[in-house]
């Protein structure tokens, strides 16, 4: 309502600010006084006193700076006292705008009460570590969902300050430097959706044109530019737009399609690859996904702080073609599961992590657990990958060794092939969570059909003791209507050693009676 007065002059919004801000200082709490909740109306409240101070009596002013005082003096006990997980948590989007609304409340007062300076330093201190932390890739483990909230933040913070501090810590920051170009990748070929690894929607929270605007701004980035138009127009009225839209919006930005870029990208910090056969909607898209669970940057410094929305998904694949997903996850999920994601069991036991509502880092740091990426090579022709599971999985699995291959060829052939060790005799299952379509079992393997989009699966070489058909069930799904349109293919081995090939052969149209 504010930036609406400040454009019309229209008192009808001005009284309804004064409405909401006397109401909200009525409450004796705003949410828990601690986190989220409280720190979107400290933000909100404190911009809205900046912004409009002449328009306020004197009596209101004090009414309202008393409000501002209270909770911003919380969020900073809190802070500086390190009471609430995420006041050290410098990877989690939780301090991000709980540290940002402290701030920003720091500016609206600054002058005013002495308190301000402190608010503004300490957050100031917070940011330095946060821009310390931050994937150097320009990624994140929390998802595309949280990076949207999280980078709302963050640019929050760092544009309103600009005045004040320039922005050459963003500049010189490579997670700032290559986010946008993460986000671009992270799109579906029809760039409507985005992928759902870690607890993500398809579609993100925030934006994310404004933040995308933004980021094009500061770096003079066509592509950025681009991508927010191109998201939005293909989300038609589920678009996403905010006030921020026409603060960070720079007309002298023109938009780059990304033609000139490559169709792949390697996010190495946390070992994510995708690739697509083209920019065009019409094509085929991949996701593999392996590293430590907070990155390598984070594993290297001991760093496991703010991992509570990652998945116990270390060697999961995605496949989506010709706007169908045949191959998917879980998103967003109230109960952390290996079962949930294309990968192994071990005798019955998953990766470290998994079990609460929230991922357990502590079990991940008690057996030093990770994933890694051994071996990359791209060409024109093939994308290779290996990866060594190995030690990202509990003790009790009993795992001596799982190196996944992994291959893809743009003319739509993807291969995965697993090698598998275990310390002694048991068992091993592994899962394929398939689309909307339906599969059926066939002389050579499995047909996966979406209309007329779809796979066949060919068991090539060590075949499973047995595969079962089973509906899909994601465990701690947040969507209380699951999955029951869609199936899983749960491949169970009834022995220690694997060495297992997989061969799909995606096709479109008439080209499903072609034979491999």
Known sequence: ?????????????????????????????WASNEDLGAAHILFGMSICYDWLYDKFTLEERALYKKKITKHANIFYKLLV????????????????????????AGLALYGEVKEAKTWIEVAKENFKQVLYWLSPDGSTHEGIGYWSGSLRSLLAYFMAFAP??????????????????????MSLPDFRDNVNYADSPYLDWNGPGYILRCLASIFNDGHAQWLAEKIEFARGKKARYSWLDLLWYNENIKPVPPDDLPTYAYFDNLGIFVDRTSWS??????????GPPLGKFAFSKGYYKGAGHVHPDEGNFLLWAYGKWLIVDNGYSLLKSTVNHNVF???????????????????????????????????????????????IYSPEARLKKWLRTWIFLPKGYLIIKDDIEMKNSGYAESFLHLGRGYVTKTNYGFLYKDYNVGFKLYEVYDKSDKVIIEPTFFIGKRNKKNNNSRFTLHFIYNRSNISSILLFKVFHGKEEGKLV
């Open 164 to 185: 004040v501090y320039g922005l050459d810590e963003i500049k010189n920051s490579s997670f700032f430097q290559k986010t946008a170009y993460y986000r671009l990748y």
């Open 81 to 104: 006292k390190g009471k609430k997980w995420w006041a050290r948590a410098y990877l989690q989007n939780h301090n991000y705008t709980n540290v940002m609304a402290l701030a920003v």
């Open 1 to 29: 309502m504010a930036i609406a007065y400040l454009i019309t002059g229209d008192e009808i919004y001005l009284r309804g600010i004064k409405k909401w801000m006397r109401a909200l200082c009525s409450y004796p709490n």
């Open 345 to 391: 069991l071990f005798n019955g036991y998953g990766q470290l992590g998994e079990g609460r509502m929230w991922f357990n880092e502590r079990a991940v740091k008690k057996y030093n657990g990770y994933a890694q990426i051994k071996y990359i090579d791209f060409k024109d022709e093939y994308k290779y990958i290996i990866a060594d599971l190995t030690k």
């Open 281 to 290: 909607p019409n094509g085929i898209w991949v996701f593999f996904k392996a």
